[in-house]
């Protein structure tokens, strides 16, 4: 059973750094792209970024690019968001996903299989 549990969320200030971390069970870590995906209150999820399995390829929504980095630790089956100069237009729930599609770093919720329980992140002005 697949199992993906985000941590590292929570209260920041605008301007603040923050690292969320998502721990992979039950699958084949290194052959899986991983991403991270975002909601906000009254919002659809969208995506923020992914990266291709051997951490080939990287993926930023163009409202995180240059902020955010994604990056991945195969022997320790966990990827990472780094969020910097943190906006209060980045709060929301982020969810960690597992995507067969190890190859590409996608960004598309559908080819997303496997989902994590979310973590809070809010950013107040």
């Known amino acids: 059973q697949v199992q993906l549990v985000e941590s590292g969320g929570g209260l920041v200030q605008a301007g603040d750094s923050l690292s969320l971390s998502c721990a992979a069970s039950?699958?084949?870590?290194?052959?899986?792209?991983m991403g991270w995906f975002r909601q906000a209150p009254g919002k659809e999820r969208e995506f923020a970024a992914a990266?291709?399995?051997?951490?080939?390829?990287?993926n930023y929504a163009d409202s995180v690019k240059g902020r955010f980095t994604i990056s991945r630790d195969d022997a320790k089956n966990t990827v990472y968001l780094q969020m910097n100069s943190l906006k209060p237009e980045d709060t929301a729930v982020y969810y960690c996903?597992?995507?067969?599609?190890?190859?590409?770093?996608?960004?598309?919720?559908?080819?997303?299989?496997?989902w994590g329980q979310g973590t809070q992140v809010t950013v107040s002005s």
């Open positions: 990266i291709s399995s051997n951490s080939g390829s990287t």
């Open positions: 039950g699958l084949t870590f290194r052959l899986y792209t």
């Open positions: 996903a597992a995507s067969r599609a190890g190859w590409a770093p996608v960004s598309t919720e559908y080819q997303y299989g496997n």
